[in-house]
């Protein structure tokens, strides 16, 4: 299994920055993408940034020049740098990795317990 891990997350002023952390541990072959989903209150989950093993990046539209993903993989950890926040950018933050248990396993999405991010004056 993977267990994923997050902190960072809590109350923030308009414009203020939040980072987030998300540390992957477990028993795994491994791991092909992490990043970052996000849940607002009534709304459904969304994309916000993932990033592949390989460095490649997928952003969400609204976030592109605010946010940005980075992952140390030796560590097998995910960053989410928010700046500019914004209060729409409220919400649960759910770290996300794809991952594979062993050579002989299908690879599947795991997911964290969230951290709530609050941008509120």
């Known amino acids: 299994q993977v267990q994923l891990v997050e902190s960072g997350g809590g109350l923030v002023q308009p414009g203020g920055s939040l980072r987030l952390s998300c540390a992957a541990s477990g028993s795994f072959l491994a791991i092909y993408s992490m990043g970052w989903y996000r849940q607002g209150l009534g709304k459904q989950r969304e994309l916000v940034a993932t990033?592949?093993?390989?460095?490649?990046?997928n952003y969400a539209d609204s976030v592109p020049g605010r946010f940005t993903i980075s992952t140390d993989n030796a560590k097998n950890t995910v960053y989410l740098q928010m700046n500019s926040l914004k209060p729409e950018d409220t919400a649960v933050y759910y770290c996300?990795?794809?991952?594979?248990?062993?050579?002989?396993?299908?690879?599947?999405?795991?997911w964290g317990q969230g951290t709530q991010v609050t941008v509120s004056s």
């Open positions: 996300y990795a794809y991952a594979a248990l062993g050579t002989l396993s299908v690879p599947r999405d795991y």
């Open positions: 990033m592949t093993s390989g460095g490649r990046t």
